[in-house]
Nanobody
Framework: QVQLVESGGGLVQAGGSLRLSCAASGSIFSINAMGWYRQAPGKVRVLVATITSDGSTNYANSVKGRFTISRDNAKNTVYLQMNSLKPEDTAEYYC???????????????WGQGTQVTVSS
């Protein structure tokens, strides 16, 4: 099995910063892309940012210039540095990793349990 454990969420005032972390563990041969998604109450889950194993990144337009995704391949960990936070960033944030459990297996998407980020105005 593969587990993703997130940390770093919380309550912050508008304009503040938070850093989310997500560590993958378990039966892992390799990890392709890792990323962060978020889901606000009553809304669908949407992409925030992704990063490939070679460091290529992709961001939602709403967070470009404010959020930075990074990863430590040796630790199977992905980070999301969130600056200049806005009330509309309030959501449950989910970590995602595309994992191969062996050399011969394909990649499967795994998800963390979510961490709440609340930005007060």
């Amino acid at each position: 099995q593969v587990q993703l454990v997130e940390s770093g969420g919380g309550l912050v005032q508008a304009g503040g910063s938070l850093r989310l972390s997500c560590a993958a563990s378990g039966s892992i041969f390799s990890i392709n892309a890792m990323g962060w998604y978020r889901q606000a109450p009553g809304k669908v889950r949407v992409l925030v940012a992704t990063i490939t194993s070679d460091g290529s990144t992709n961001y939602a337009n709403s967070v470009k210039g404010r959020f930075t995704i990074s990863r430590d391949n040796a630790k199977n960990t992905v980070y999301l540095q969130m600056n200049s936070l806005k009330p509309e960033d309030t959501a449950e944030y989910y970590c995602n990793a595309r994992v191969a459990r062996s050399r011969s297996s394909g990649y499967t998407d795994y998800w963390g349990q979510g961490t709440q980020v609340t930005v007060s105005s």
